[in-house]
């Protein structure tokens, strides 16, 4: 166990490593003055400078630290702030080189966008590991280490993340494309910054061995890229409101335990693209799902404890479950803003993709609990509870409850008009509980065969239901 004095010397140190990573930020600014080619040989330069000479002496003031003779922390020769520079550098150069190779072609990749992730990678993340480290340099009264749970340095410096990343990629994007007079407006550059800086929490938010100076810049780099490529854009009080909206339902998800803190910032970042996109009732019914799932997991949790079927980490969702149950949702969310002349047969698919959803988890929770013997969908034969593909009286019922109870909900809450109440029961309702089915048949075969895992096939069956149901309407309609 490293000595409180060495703990604090390495604190020390990663805040001399994050000023370094702010004065690289302050780099973003130079961009409107200097060619993309410049930038590219001059963030070479740096990578360069950080793979042969890592120990010049600015370097390995802010970067490299030998221990100590006699030390008990086992450092590498290399310290990983060499490494973690490198990778930002890198990260940068990735992106410059995208961005100069989209010059031959109809794409672009402006400065802006760049400049803003950088912006969140460097001051976002910084202001996060600073909240993060100071944290810990607290003691008890006895002079021992505090131990703190994981949430309790990471929920906060998540969230410092999130503002100061949304602030510095704002004024980043604001100062590129004014200077280089692009003509994008500022609503277009806060909804960027707001996107990004959420994709940014959420990549540091999973654990992984990728360094968050690859994932961070380049996460939140190519998602505010798609986004800016769409040109569609709200006021800013608008996507304010729908951040706090987003953000404050996936905190009581995450203090009711039902999300982890990946999950947290994916459901934000769905909430504040569904509701920009759509409409927030459109992420209630989202919403729904997650609230049902999460409540219907422990249902005799312990009886599926006791069976070994029960969910992972007492059913607290992940960023996992959250975008293989919800990714058809989104994409269909944002059709709906750019198509709006296809609306009502989007609508009704992005109600059959919820409804699978829905009643896949339902069917999933409540149908291993029945006493009825459970048989293979594939074959009729019977199995054993949990097994894929298997189904059971009570999950089938249970699949139409759930998808019918989002039917009902989407005519409650005027997604469509109550005029069409029974229409759009009965094709949810189908889509959903054919889209269970569907999920089942996948878990039977691809699934069974090693070709898909549990998040694959709820990716695909929620698709399915989506397509399930967007016949139906043509077939009704």
């Given at each position: 166990?490293?000595?409180?004095?060495?703990?604090?010397?390495?604190?020390?140190?990663?805040?001399?490593?994050?000023?370094?990573?702010?004065a690289?930020?302050?780099?973003?600014?130079?961009?409107?003055?200097?060619?993309?080619?410049?930038?590219?040989?001059?963030?070479?330069?740096?990578?360069?400078?950080?793979?042969?000479?890592?120990?010049?002496?600015?370097?390995?003031?802010?970067?490299?630290?030998?221990?100590?003779?006699?030390?008990?922390?086992?450092?590498?020769d290399?310290?990983?702030?060499?490494k973690?520079?490198?990778?930002?550098?890198l990260?940068?150069?990735?992106?410059?080189?995208?961005?100069?190779?989209?010059?031959?072609?109809?794409?672009?990749?402006?400065?802006?966008?760049?400049?803003?992730?950088?912006?969140?990678?460097?001051?976002?993340s910084?202001?996060?590991s600073?909240?993060?480290?100071?944290?810990?340099?607290h003691?008890?009264?006895?002079?021992m280490w505090r131990?703190?749970?994981?949430?309790?340095?990471i929920?906060?410096?998540?969230?410092?993340?999130?503002?100061?990343?949304?602030?510095?990629?704002?004024?980043?994007g604001?100062?590129?494309?004014g200077?280089?007079?692009?003509?994008?407006?500022?609503?277009?550059?806060?909804?960027?910054?707001?996107?990004?800086?959420?994709?940014?929490?959420?990549?540091?938010?999973?654990?992984?061995?990728?360094?968050?100076?690859?994932?961070?810049?380049?996460g939140?780099?190519?998602?505010?890229?798609?986004?800016?490529?769409?040109?569609?854009?709200?006021?800013?009080?608008?996507?304010f409101?729908?951040?706090?909206?987003?953000?404050?339902?996936?905190?009581?998800?995450?203090?009711?335990?039902?999300?982890?803190?990946?999950?947290?910032?994916?459901?934000?970042?769905?909430?504040?693209?569904?509701?920009?996109?759509?409409?927030?009732?459109w992420?209630?019914?989202?919403?729904?799902?997650?609230?049902?799932?999460?409540?219907?997991?422990?249902?005799?949790?312990?009886?599926?404890?006791?069976?070994?079927?029960a969910?992972?980490?007492d059913?607290?969702?992940?960023?996992?479950?959250?975008?293989?149950?919800s990714?058809?949702a989104?994409v269909?969310?944002?059709?709906?803003?750019?198509?709006?002349?296809?609306?009502?047969?989007?609508?009704?698919?992005?109600?059959?993709?919820v409804?699978?959803?829905?009643?896949?988890?339902?069917?999933s929770?409540?149908?291993?609990?029945?006493?009825?013997?459970?048989?293979?969908?594939?074959?009729?034969?019977?199995t054993?509870?949990?097994?894929?593909?298997?189904?059971?009286v009570?999950?089938?019922?249970?699949?139409?409850?759930?998808?019918?109870?989002?039917g009902?909900?989407?005519?409650?809450?005027?997604v469509?008009?109550?005029?069409s109440?029974?229409?759009?029961?009965?094709?949810?309702?189908?889509?959903?509980?054919?889209?269970?089915?569907?999920?089942?048949?996948?878990?039977?075969?691809?699934?069974?065969?090693?070709?898909?895992?549990?998040?694959?096939?709820?990716?695909?069956?929620?698709?399915?239901g989506?397509?399930?149901s967007g016949?139906?309407?043509?077939?009704?309609?």
């Amino acid at each position: 166990m490293p000595t409180i004095i060495e703990r604090l010397e390495k604190i020390e140190y990663e805040y001399r490593r994050q000023i370094l990573h702010a004065a690289f930020g302050l780099l973003i600014f130079t961009f409107p003055f200097l060619d993309i080619l410049t930038l590219l040989l001059l963030d070479f330069l740096i990578i360069i400078i950080l793979v042969y000479f890592p120990e010049y002496p600015v370097i390995e003031k802010f970067l490299y630290r030998k221990p100590e003779p006699g030390s008990r922390e086992r450092l590498t020769d290399m310290n990983d702030g060499v490494k973690s520079a490198r990778n930002l550098a890198l990260s940068v150069f990735i992106m410059l080189l995208i961005s100069q190779v989209l010059e031959f072609t109809p794409l672009d990749f402006p400065l802006y966008v760049i400049g803003g992730a950088i912006a969140i990678a460097t001051f976002g993340s910084g202001a996060a590991s600073f909240i993060r480290h100071r944290k810990k340099r607290h003691f008890n009264g006895s002079g021992m280490w505090r131990k703190a749970r994981h949430e309790q340095h990471i929920l906060p410096s998540s969230i410092v993340m999130l503002g100061i990343g949304i602030i510095a990629a704002y004024v980043a994007g604001a100062w590129i494309a004014g200077w280089e007079n692009l003509g994008i407006s500022r609503n277009l550059i806060f909804f960027l910054a707001v996107i990004g800086s959420i994709t940014g929490a959420l990549f540091e938010s999973i654990p992984s061995k990728v360094d968050d100076n690859i994932s961070v810049p380049l996460g939140a780099g190519m998602t505010m890229w798609l986004f800016h490529s769409f040109g569609y854009s709200v006021p800013p009080s608008e996507m304010f409101m729908a951040l706090m909206f987003s953000l404050v339902l996936g905190y009581l998800a995450y203090r009711a335990k039902i999300a982890d803190l990946s999950a947290l910032f994916s459901a934000s970042l769905l909430g504040v693209l569904i509701i920009v996109f759509s409409d927030v009732s459109w992420f209630i019914l989202l919403l729904t799902f997650f609230i049902l799932g999460g409540g219907f997991t422990r249902y005799k949790y312990k009886y599926k404890e006791s069976i070994g079927i029960a969910q992972s980490k007492d059913g607290v969702r992940s960023y996992e479950n959250v975008f293989s149950n919800s990714m058809a949702a989104l994409v269909l969310a944002v059709l709906y803003g750019i198509y709006p002349q296809y609306s009502e047969f989007i609508i009704f698919a992005y109600l059959g993709t919820v409804a699978t959803a829905t009643g896949d988890t339902l069917a999933s929770e409540i149908g291993t609990t029945a006493r009825s013997q459970p048989i293979m969908i594939t074959t009729l034969k019977p199995t054993y509870a949990g097994v894929d593909g298997a189904v059971t009286v009570l999950g089938e019922a249970a699949a139409i409850l759930g998808s019918m109870i989002i039917g009902i909900l989407a005519v409650v809450f005027g997604v469509l008009p109550a005029d069409s109440a029974f229409i759009v029961i009965f094709i949810t309702t189908a889509g959903g509980f054919l889209g269970t089915n569907a999920d089942s048949i996948l878990g039977a075969t691809l699934q069974h065969r090693g070709m898909l895992s549990n998040s694959g096939v709820n990716f695909v069956a929620t698709f399915a239901g989506a397509l399930i149901s967007g016949i139906l309407y043509l077939i009704v309609a």
